[in-house]
């Protein structure tokens, strides 16, 4: 065996959990994931790119022989470091409004991912999800799920699951998820802090990482226009919105050449609604009231742009679609382009996505950003490494 930690990823999806573990010098031995996209998108990046040694099955977690894959590893039952895995998240979402969801087949893989556990015994095992696990409706799967890591002798960390928040770790997205880490009984925890302690926040050394670095710096025109906008949205004084402007951090141009580097093709209609939306602006400063909007607000943030001098709002699978949430590029009148997508999630520039707009749309807004993840796993691996 490698002296390396190994790992083994459930539902990697395109692999921000992996590159994240990858990053930290672990080698992920096998990774599952259903949508063959995400999956070739994994390979392409990770195994052809990075030369990762991962053995990735496209294919439904429920067909695969647990056995023959310890088998095909050399991996005897105890002896996997860490199980990573976020199982699909759409049952457990809060924008299934009333109890819809509860009976979602999809909540029964979290159950199936405690088969891997039991066939495994890794050393600790990790699982992401959306904070409405913590749901009422959810309570039955949560619980079983509990009670198996308690029959199979591990300890869930902090008793149940945490639910962290991805600024608090560098990523410039306000981004919630809920976290179940267990660790088995036999690797002490003393003195382990879990969740990780925050790197950055809104006081102290290292504040949060904000949108703007994600984004090229734009003309002085637009800085001044971001300015009187932070006054007259925000109420900032004059000064308060000098040295906001001033202090934000910018990041580099998105290559033209790059194959991230489109948004959607919008009307003739919606580029002007874009173009009356001022900067920090929403769609209820855009001039256009839509019907469905008369007599209930809706989601405020659709068709409204993100703001540079905050975390972004959370990225999901509509992330190139303004109609999905706050997607407006911060100054230019069209949605954010995938690469500034990938970017809010952590994704480096050299990394490509599978299957054209709409699938790379999908596995950017289901990965776990990869600072995160490094955050994440940096703080097992440490507790494992020093527990040998």
């Known amino acids: ?18 590159l994240a573990a990858n990053n930290l010098q672990i080698n992920v ?14 390979h392409l990046n990770l195994v052809e790119k990075l030369g990762a040694q991962t053995q990735v099955f496209a294919e439904d977690i429920n067909t695969v022989d647990i056995d023959s894959l310890m088998r095909y590893q050399g991996l005897g039952r105890g002896e996997l470091d860490i199980l990573l895995g976020g199982p699909p998240c759409q049952g457990f979402s809060s924008h299934r409004i009333n109890n819809a969801g509860e009976n979602d087949p999809r909540n029964q893989l979290l159950l199936r991912y ?3 556990v039991e066939k495994l015994r890794p050393k600790a095992f990790l699982v992401e999800n959306v904070p409405g696990l913590l749901w009422k409706r959810h309570e039955s799967f949560l619980n079983r799920f509990l009670e198996l890591a308690k029959e199979n002798q591990y300890r869930v960390v902090s008793g149940g699951p945490l639910i962290m928040n991805a600024k608090d770790y560098g990523v410039p997205q306000n981004r919630r998820r809920a976290f179940i880490l267990a660790v088995r009984q036999d690797i002490a925890i003393d003195h382990f802090q879990w969740p ?3 790197t950055h926040s809104k006081i102290g050394e290292q504040s949060f990482e ?4 994600i984004f090229e710096k734009p003309s002085n025109t637009v800085l001044a226009e971001f300015r009187n906008r932070l006054v007259q949205r925000f109420d900032f004084s004059e000064t308060e919105a000098i040295r906001c402007v001033n202090a934000l951090k910018w990041g580099k141009k998105v290559n033209e050449d790059d194959p991230c580097n489109i948004h959607m093709t919008h009307s003739a209609e919606l580029t002007q609604l874009f173009k009356n939306t001022p900067l920090i602006g929403s769609r209820d400063e855009s001039g256009r009231t839509l019907d469905c909007h008369k007599d209930y607000a809706g989601h ?14 959370t990225i999901t699978t509509g992330c ?3 109609s999905k949430g706050r997607f407006v590029h911060p100054w230019l009148p069209h949605g954010i382009t995938l690469r500034h997508a990938a970017r809010l999630q952590t994704f480096p520039d050299d990394f490509d996505f599978s299957g054209g707009t709409m699938a ?15 955050a994440l796993i940096a703080a097992i691996q440490s507790l494992l490494t020093t527990s040998k």
Do not use: C, W
């Not at 599952?32 to 998108?41: N, R």
């Open 1 to 18: 065996m490698s002296s390396k930690l190994t790992a083994i990823d459930l539902f990697s999806g395109a692999g921000g959990f992996s």
């Open 29 to 42: 031995l096998t990774a599952i994931e259903l949508d063959k996209q995400a999956a070739e998108t994994y």
């Open 114 to 116: 405690f088969d891997f």
């Open 196 to 198: 990780p302690k925050a």
């Open 210 to 213: 904000t949108a703007s670095t």
């Open 300 to 313: 405020k943030d659709v068709y409204g742009r993100i703001f540079p001098h905050t975390p972004s709002n």
């Open 320 to 322: 190139n679609n303004p």
């Open 360 to 374: 790379a749309a999908r596995q950017i807004g289901n990965a776990v950003p990869v600072k995160l993840g490094e």
